[in-house]
């Protein structure tokens, strides 16, 4: 089969690196005239004049970056089969959609307010009492796009320095740590989930992601297994879906935000698990048997972002894999990643600590469980 990919970034690379040995080819199409996949048959169309040309090379439709005009996924759907659908990926782009599904599915969420004005912004500041934070209802990605405000008269200049006519106002959340929850759910409703992965971020930037956590009680896993068992079902979703959370000390589990593909914190899977995600995406959105979820040692990725580090270093870890995106240096740009891999989180966390010694920006690890 033919795999189009909407988006040509390193989420597109990774689906084509696991897709070869299924016989797969890929042909991305990129809008945003600055493709890096640099693999596969690639597509740059920023004016929407080639899109005849990318459906008669292509067997199935999916995709790697979710801001994407929903009209132009609906057009694709009229042609080929696009998974995850046009549905799924309305929902997910816009963030007041989102929580109204997590809303109607009664999964929990921070506290929230949609406004349309600075002074509508200084008013749910006061409602929902400060810190809160403010995020462009779409196209946010990376941190980008939010302010947090620790007093109402800050309204005007988040307003201003975000951006947007719509925003969502979000109470800000004491959690004791993020955690990620991803699945896959074949064309034939089948669901199979990750183990958890906790995530730090830095600058609203994934640094780290570990799986599995050596403390995260069975009744806790289950609990995000059922929030995203509901989402799946609910968007007769195909393909892998990532649903960030905030968990609570007693446990309990709010969610943030999802993402209707593959995601960085589903990234430790490529070396880490049984099947990686981008496989059983692809064997999802085929209409293959699923692959085994299992996680295989404990592991940790670590995400290279601006500038890239001692890679041969990097490599003289034991069981450390590389993952170069093939882009140049930027600040704040994901450039790489390395999946470690260790007998015990112990021993994981003296990797990890080594990695972040060679790697010019990584902040200093911090998990939230003891050792
Ligand atoms: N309500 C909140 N309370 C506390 N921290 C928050 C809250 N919302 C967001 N954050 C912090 O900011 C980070 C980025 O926020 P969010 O996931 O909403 O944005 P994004 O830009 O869409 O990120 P992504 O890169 O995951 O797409 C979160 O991972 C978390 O660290
Ligand atoms: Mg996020």
Redesign the pocket.
């Known amino acids: 089969m033919n795999i189009g990919v909407l988006g040509a970034g390193q989420l597109g690379r990774m689906l084509a690196l696991a897709g070869y040995p299924l016989g797969n080819r890929f042909t991305f199409l990129d809008t945003t005239g600055s493709p890096s996949a640099g693999i596969g048959e690639v597509i740059v169309d920023p004016h929407n004049e080639h899109l005849a040309t990318f459906l008669e090379k292509v067997d199935v439709v999916t995709y790697e970056f979710e801001h994407l005009p929903v009209e132009l996924v609906r057009e694709i759907e009229q042609h080929k089969p696009v998974y995850p659908s046009s549905k799924a990926i309305a929902v997910c782009q816009n963030r007041v959609e989102e929580k109204a599904l997590f809303d109607r599915l009664a999964i929990p969420t921070?506290a929230y307010r949609v406004v349309e004005s600075a002074e509508a912004l200084a008013q749910a500041a006061e409602e929902l009492g400060c810190p809160v934070?403010a995020?462009s209802v779409t196209e946010?990605?990376?941190?980008?796009?939010?302010a947090v405000l620790t007093s109402a008269d800050q309204a005007g200049d988040a307003w201003a320095s975000i951006g947007h006519s719509q925003l969502i106002v979000?109470?800000?959340?004491d959690?004791v740590r993020?955690v990620s929850i991803i699945a896959v759910r074949g064309r034939d409703g089948e669901v199979v989930f990750y183990p958890m992965a906790e995530?730090q971020?830095e600058g609203?930037?994934?640094r780290y992601s570990v799986a599995p956590l050596p403390d995260l009680d069975d009744s806790v896993q289950a609990l995000a297994d059922g929030y995203i068992r509901q989402l799946l079902d609910e968007l007769d979703y195909v393909g892998v879906l990532a649903l960030?959370l905030?968990q609570a000390k007693d446990g309990s589990l709010l969610a943030?935000?999802m993402?209707p593909r593959v995601h960085?914190s589903g990234h430790w899977t490529m070396d880490g698990a049984a099947t990686s995600q981008f496989e059983n995406h692809l064997r999802a959105i085929q209409g293959l048997p699923l692959g085994s979820t299992e996680a295989m040692a404990p592991t940790c990725m670590v995400n290279v972002i601006g500038r890239e580090g001692d890679n041969a270093a990097l490599l003289a870890i034991p069981h450390a894999h590389l993952h170069r995106y093939d882009k140049g240096e930027r600040a704040g740009r994901k450039l790489a990643h390395i999946n470690v891999l260790a007998d015990s989180h112990a021993e994981l966390l003296e990797k990890v600590r080594r990695c972040q010694t060679l790697l010019p920006e990584a902040p200093s690890v911090k998990w939230s469980f003891t050792l």
């Open positions: 921070p934070v995020k946010g990605y990376d941190g980008k796009g939010q979000e109470a800000f959340v959690f993020e995530n971020h609203g930037i994934l960030e905030f943030n935000e993402a960085n």
